[in-house]
């Protein structure tokens, strides 16, 4: 007989854009299948539900109030894109890695809201409840800026040298915040952006 309370793995690369989280998923880490779909489907929404259920109502409500006015449809985005990837680790009976998981979604909503670390503090502290296991994909600031002077801007955050800068901050801030509260993360700075 089967056992159906098998361990999944729930693992996660992020880091800032351009780092090189898809190169390092699709060839370095080739055994585990990604399950990243584009646009919209009921999959997607059943997710969101399921990680809505698991998710703290209060920090979630705090989450949309903290939004900032002219990112509002990008952060409720994001916000629906952590719940969902939430939702995907709590129902997935397979080992997922994903290049944009539960904390690339943070970092993003992090870009989009107002500071306010306390909230991102407690967001980290529910998170740590699903044992995911975070790699961490960095490079230079030199090769990352080189890359994503060449990537299509249309689906890009940086549009310039202080959206750039921000977004580093916001990834320095969530970094500390996940250790402050003892979530292990391995680093790879891979030095190669394809």
């Known amino acids: 007989m089967e056992n159906t309370n098998k361990q999944t793995i729930k693992e996660e690369l992020f880091g800032l854009p351009g780092v090189g ?8 880490l080739n055994g585990i299948e990604s399950a990243i779909e584009v646009g919209f489907s009921f999959r997607k929404v059943k997710n969101i539900f399921y990680g809505l259920k698991f998710f ?16 509002l449809k990008g952060g409720m ?25 539960v904390f690339q979604a ?9 500071n306010n670390e306390q909230l991102i503090n407690d967001i980290v502290l529910h998170l ?14 030199l090769i990352n800026k ?9 689906k890009f955050y940086f549009k310039n040298k202080q959206d750039y800068i921000k977004g580093r ?15 292990k993360v391995k680093y790879i700075f891979n030095g190669v952006c394809k």
Request: proline share 1%; hydrophobic share 40%.
């Open 106 to 114: 943070l970092w993003g909503y992090m870009y989009r809201a107002n």
């Open 56 to 71: 703290p109502f209060q920090i979630f409500i705090r989450m949309l109030l903290n939004i900032q006015q002219e990112n």
């Open 128 to 141: 740590k409840r699903y044992s995911i296991n975070i790699r961490y994909i960095g490079t230079s600031k």
């Open 77 to 101: 985005k994001l916000t629906l894109v952590l719940l969902e990837r939430l939702g995907r680790y709590k129902s997935s009976d397979v080992d997922l890695i994903l290049d944009e998981g």
């Open 169 to 183: 901050e916001n990834m320095a801030l969530l970094i500390k915040l996940i250790k402050r509260n003892n979530i």
């Open 21 to 28: 989280k898809s190169y390092v998923l699709n060839n370095i």
């Open 146 to 154: 080189d890359f994503l002077d060449n990537r299509d801007k249309q």
